[in-house]
């Protein structure tokens, strides 16, 4: 009974690949409905912050893939989910990288797609049990 | 425009992925601070020799 209240405390009933989903499309959240508050927080944090660095440095946000690279990137740039799409909306980001803060900018974009990744695997690795 | 100097994004860089690897990569909190500091040190660290590697090569 207890087991069962701590479970469903944790939010480890319904379905199973929520966490994940949810850990894509906004960065953080896997953990939040995990109750995993300070991970969640912590990861959050430094997701959205390379993000919203990347877009500050003028970095790119890759629209379509016409060579190999193009598409690493953008398989990239779709990790950060919601945040890429949005930003695409809004036409944040610069087209052609002209600076070198541009060039760090695009990396931090990509590589924070990345890490979102990471982090959504993590919180379906919590929810499964793989991880504790 | 936000410009960081090279150094300054080396350490950005680091600091935000070590974040997510330490938590990422262990279990327990205090694995989890060992394990990014850790990260950390080894991304600037890399960063500062490989630096000096070039400067020496290109000289």
């Known amino acids: 009974m207890a087991t069962a209240q701590n479970k469903s405390a944790a939010g480890e009933t319904g379905f199973v690949y929520l966490p994940l989903i949810a850990g894509w499309l906004v960065p953080g959240a896997g953990h939040f409905l995990l109750r995993k508050w300070g991970r969640g927080a912590l990861l959050a944090a430094s997701i959205l912050g390379m993000f919203v660095m990347g877009i500050a440095m003028q970095g790119k946000l890759y629209g379509g893939a016409h060579d190999i690279l193009d598409v690493l990137g953008l398989a990239g740039d779709l990790g950060n989910g919601l945040l890429y799409i949005v930003s695409r909306v809004l036409g944040l980001g610069a087209d052609q990288v002209q600076v070198t803060t541009a060039d760090y900018g695009t990396r931090f974009i990509v590589v924070a797609g990345l890490l979102n990744v990471i982090a959504a695997v993590d919180a379906h690795n919590l929810r499964t049990g793989r991880k504790s | ?59």
Do not use: D, K, N
């Not at chain 2, 992925?17 to 909190?29: D, H, L, N």
């Not at chain 2, 205090?30 to 590697?53: D, E, K, T």
């Open chain 2, 1 to 59: 425009m936000f410009r960081p100097s090279h150094f300054a994004a080396v350490l950005l860089f680091a600091l935000f992925a070590s974040v997510v690897f330490g938590i990422t990569q262990r279990e327990t909190p205090p694995r989890m601070i060992r394990y990014g500091i850790y990260c950390f040190v080894l991304f600037v660290g890399s960063a500062v020799v490989l630096s000096w590697l070039m400067y020496l090569i290109a000289r």
